[in-house]
């Protein structure tokens, strides 16, 4: 005979069926259950696939947990990480990043200055050149995939390494956020724990592009660069809407109960 349970029992034996016997053995695909807020948010419901406790699977506990924020151009990726900074969480930027990287690696810019020529460069009172004009590299490289494929090719391993300087940094965090607007398009949601998606109607994101003074031209240009919204969302574990109908702090609120809790249950299994 079978013992009455609670919902909410049942629930939680749910939940300890599919929690890891230990860090790395998790397995499965993520939870896309549609009534979350957020895709991974729904910690002690049943369900057939993995949640946000067993992130482990992709987690070494030597280290804080590592979302990934990412997004299409202006779907708003850079207010969520405001407002998480803003909260105390840490966030490394990588196109910001990836800018300095110019300045501060002399074979980077050498190396881009030889391959475009010294137009896309920007010169000192003395006439040396010191930087790149991004305006001009752009118009070098978006529109022109095999330009654009060699220029990753020596940026991205530059800004992979500069991420993971950082993130020895930080060890006293639980968790940080790596911010990239072509996460996975750089293979970087593979440094990872978990990937969170800024998603906005496309009509909304090229008239906030256009807003802040990118041609139409220019905005297709950056959005044939990048991934589709559908795959994005598909392959991020979950999913924050800057679309003005939905309020953006709650979800962002959301987002950090999650993972504390995540964080929380972590301290607690080692």
């Not at 609670?6 to 069926?17: I, K």
């Not at 030597?62 to 708003?76: D, E």
């Not at 990872?192 to 009509?203: G, S």
Request: aromatic share 8%; glycine share 6%; hydrophobic share 40%.
């Amino acid at each position: 005979m079978h013992r009455w349970r609670s919902p909410v029992q049942r629930h939680a034996e749910g939940w300890r069926n599919q929690r890891p016997t230990r860090m790395g053995q998790a397995s499965g695909t993520w939870c896309k259950c549609p009534e979350a807020p957020l895709n991974f948010l729904r910690l002690w419901a049943r369900c057939e696939k993995v949640h946000l406790c067993t992130m482990a699977w992709r987690h070494t506990s030597n280290r804080p947990f590592v979302v990934g924020i990412t997004g299409g151009i202006a779907a708003g990726k850079s207010t969520v990480c405001r407002m998480l900074s803003s909260m105390g969480v840490a966030v490394w930027d990588a196109d910001r990043a990836a800018k300095s990287l110019y300045r501060t690696d002399r074979d980077l810019l050498e190396s881009v200055i030889k391959h475009f020529g010294p137009e896309v460069g920007l010169q000192n009172r003395e006439g040396n050149i010191v930087d790149v004009d991004r305006a001009a590299l752009a118009k070098n490289v978006f529109g022109h995939p095999e330009e654009l494929a060699w220029l990753e090719s020596k940026v991205h391993p530059a800004v992979a390494h500069a991420f993971d300087t950082w993130l020895d940094s930080q060890r006293a965090c639980s968790w940080v956020v790596r911010e990239a607007a072509i996460l996975f398009e750089s293979n970087s949601d593979q440094g990872c724990d978990a990937v969170v998606t800024v998603e906005a109607p496309m009509a909304l994101r090229q008239a906030r592009a256009q807003c802040r003074g990118a041609s139409k031209v220019d905005v297709a240009q950056r959005m044939n660069a990048q991934w589709p919204s559908d795959d994005r969302i598909t392959r991020a574990q979950a999913t924050i809407w800057n679309d003005g109908v939905r309020p953006l702090l709650p979800q962002v609120e959301q987002l950090c109960t999650a993972v504390e809790r995540w964080a929380a249950w972590q301290g607690q299994s080692d």
